[in-house]
Every structure is written in structure tokens, then in C-alpha cells.
């Protein structure tokens, strides 16, 4: 068993490698549809994707424009020039033999992003480069025989490269949610990370501390999940770290991921470049850019997660109600209209309610329509500052507003409907309050409150608020008891 006592005495280093579906309405280099979700196996595939002779490719230039705006939001400069190259391997997802990428000449160079931790810190991870390339077909395996499906075969890519600047789980976990997220924001991709628009290979290396070189690495080939990439991570330096202990060798090699099982497992040595016999391809021109081109389309990419977290400072909201809000971009468009236009108070209510609500709570649809936006969420807000609602109300009608039946309803109307609306007329809760002080049952809290201890005045503002079925401002009837004893 490897302790925490042993793991200390080893340092971890991590380069993931990202594989970014773009959001394109046909493939790279052919006019076959990009979206194969759902779709069945085999249905959306072009001759020009599988090489057949006398097929020509075309490149998506469309393609061309989601990448530079990736640059942009890894921080990093557009070549004016890029090149396409044939990369050379035999398997049964990839009908032509070689895959068209850009070894030599990438479209994008090198950059940064910083990460936020859970802690409120960044990490920053180098970006090595990103090129465009082809993506393959996918294979999936039934115990002693596999099936192929060529759908992906030919769909546009990116490959993110970030240099070895992680040494930790936790950090390979930022890394990619971070990365997830400006790749979505700046419309480079669909983002799912179910149907692959997303991959990640953890490229995982140990040595003991202080060593002046890294260990050799191991690849964990496809991982399609934040929480993957961090337990893979963790079980790739345990493992390593034991082998190391008993003084074997670790191997360069490709592994693959079990979910159920949480564990890797070997899959094939490691190839180096020159067993791919990388060559340039003669079929594509090489990619020519001016300077006016590139800022053209950088200048249409929308606010980044990085932008909105400097916008929000003022709010001074927890990191993690922040990161919550950043999950979703339409949230995020919403309330930073919320943000430009209205007082820190009645913002800061906005976010808490979308990053304490869940997934399910929500229909985010409703949120990019504008069916939720800032209209009825500045209403909700200024009925609460106003004491025209409780805080447990306000989440009542938060999370109706989502409801098919009061989807379009304003929230003053849902809250008549459900009965919620505080009663905040002084005389009326003022009755009140002398009733319950009156009630021999409050005798002895109020003595209570006499003798210096002031927790048992909530026994007397519930009593107030039972008596008034829920609708009595508590914070304006807790003032009139103080008043009287």
C-alpha cells in the first residue's frame, strides 16, 4: 500500500493534451454533416473523408475562423502562416491510413490560461500550441470483437498541448474545466462532453523530489469528464509511485481509463514521431493570414470567463459562487446585464440563487430565450430588498420562474399565487405582536430576554410568524418585540 507518507516524497507532473471538436456545420475537408449526435453509426460520412482515390480535400474555412478565435482565448498569436501534414498510422477507425494535421507549422502558438483553484488561487498552465487536424472514427469494443462507427471520421479539430505545468490532480482538474470553459464561451466548440465534442490526454510523469529530470511519462488516452481527468491523475501517481518503490521501471505507454473500475490499464507502447513518418500534405495550400484578418475575427469573440470574473470583483462573492455561475454562459450573459445596470445587492441575490440551485432546478433554455432574464430577476431581487418576500420565499419563486406553469409569469403574480408576499404594515404586525406577548406561553422568554439572553427572542419572532400563517416581515417584528420588552 502506498501512504501519504510515501507519496510526499515524489513529485507529479502533468501536460494534458485537448482535443476540441469545432462547432462547424461540415467536416474539415468535406461537405458531410459535423453534428453526428444521435445520429446512426455510419450515416454521415463523405468519400473525400475516407481518401478514396480521386478525392480531393477542401478545407472548411470556417474552421479556420473558430481557431483563431481559440487563439484568442488561450492567450496566444495566430501564425500568418500554417501547414497541413499527412501523419501516418494503420487502425480500423481510420480508413485512409494517414490523418491530415499540422505537425510543423500550427495555427496557433504558444500561450497561457490561468486556472482558478477551489482555494481562490490560479494556477497558470502554458499552452505549447494548438493545431488543427482531422479527427478520427470511433471504435467501440464488445469483448472479443469491436464495431466501427467513421461519423467522426474527418470532423474539424483542435488539439490543445499545454506544457508539463501541473503537479496536481486537483490543478489537471482546473486546467480542464477552464479550458472547457473558454472554448464554449468563445463559440469554438458545442462543448458536450458526453458525445466527445471534448477530449483529454493526461500525459502523467513522477519523480522523487527534487530531481533535476521528470520520470517517464504515461498517456491516458480519452477522457470526456473534469472528474476523470482528476481521478485518473491520481491513480496514474499512486501507481507510478509504487512501481518506483519496488525499483521497477515505468514504461512510456498509452493507457486507458475505467470508469467503474477507477483504474488504467495498458494499451500500447508510446510511438514517437518519426513512426508516424510525418510528411507534408501536397493536397492542401497552406494557410496565408493577414493581421486585419485576424483581428477581424477576434474582435466577435464575447466576453470570456476570465473578463467576467474582473467585472464581478466588485461584488466580492465567493469564489465558488462565481466558478458555479461560470458553468453556464447564458447565466453568465444574464447576470452580467443584471451587474451593469443595477446596485451590488441586488445582483449578489441573483447569484446566489442560480449557484445555489442545481442542474435539475434549472432549464437553462429558459435563461437563453430570455424567459428568465433580468426583467423578472431584478423584480424577484427588489421584492426582497423591499421585505415584500422572505429569503426562503424568493428560492420558492427562483425556482418556479423554471416551472412550465409559470414559465412568462412575473414574480409578484407568482408569489400572490403561492400566498408568499410578507405583510410589512407596521400596525398589522404590531397587533400581532402584542397578542403573542400577551400569551402566557411567552412569559417566561420574555423574562428571558430581560436576563441578557437575546437567542430567545426567535422563539417569540416564530410565534409572530405562525400566528400570521408566514407572512409577517420577521426582521420588522423582531424590531417591535425589542420595542415593547
Known sequence: MVT????????????????????????????????????????????????????????????????????????????????????????????????????????????????????????????????????????????????????????????????????????AKAYATELHHLMTYAGVTRGDLYHGNMRFDVNVSVAPKGANELGTRAEVKNLNSFRSVEKAAEYEFRRQVAMLEKGEKVVQETRGWDDAKQTTSSQRSKEDAQDYRYMPDADIPPIILTDQEIADIQETVPILPPEYREKWQALQLDSSVVNTVLNNAPVAVTLEAINDRYDAEVTKRVFNWFSSASADDMNITAVESGLVGPRRLVELSQMVGDNKLSSTGAKEIFLALFNEDSIGKMPEDIAREKNLLQVSDEGAIAAIVDEVLADPTSAKAIEDIKNGNDKVIGFLVGQVMKKSQGKANPALAQKLIRERI
Do not use: W
Open 4 to 171: 501519504d507518507e510515501i507519496l510526499n516524497k515524489y513529485d507529479m507532473t502533468i501536460g494534458i493534451e485537448c482535443h476540441v471538436q469545432l462547432a462547424t456545420a461540415t467536416k474539415l475537408f468535406s461537405g458531410a454533416d459535423n453534428d453526428a449526435r444521435d445520429k446512426s453509426p455510419n450515416s454521415v460520412v463523405s468519400p473525400i473523408d475516407f481518401g478514396l482515390p480521386g478525392m480531393l480535400p477542401v478545407l472548411n474555412r470556417e474552421a479556420v475562423n473558430l481557431a483563431i478565435k481559440a487563439g484568442k482565448a488561450l492567450n496566444a498569436p495566430i501564425a500568418r502562416v500554417s501547414r497541413f501534414d499527412r501523419k501516418h498510422y494503420f487502425y480500423p477507425d481510420l480508413p485512409k491510413g494517414y490523418q491530415t494535421t499540422q505537425m510543423y507549422n500550427p495555427i496557433i502558438l504558444a500561450g497561457y490560461i490561468d486556472a482558478p483553484l477551489e482555494d481562490g488561487t490560479n494556477v497558470r498552465v502554458r499552452i505549447h500550441h494548438a493545431h488543427m487536424e482531422e479527427d478520427a472514427g470511433k471504435l467501440t469494443h464488445y469483448g472479443d470483437y469491436s464495431l466501427v462507427d467513421l461519423n467522426r471520421a474527418g470532423t474539424p479539430l483542435i488539439e490543445i498541448v499545454s506544457d508539463p505545468d501541473i503537479h496536481s490532480a486537483a490543478q
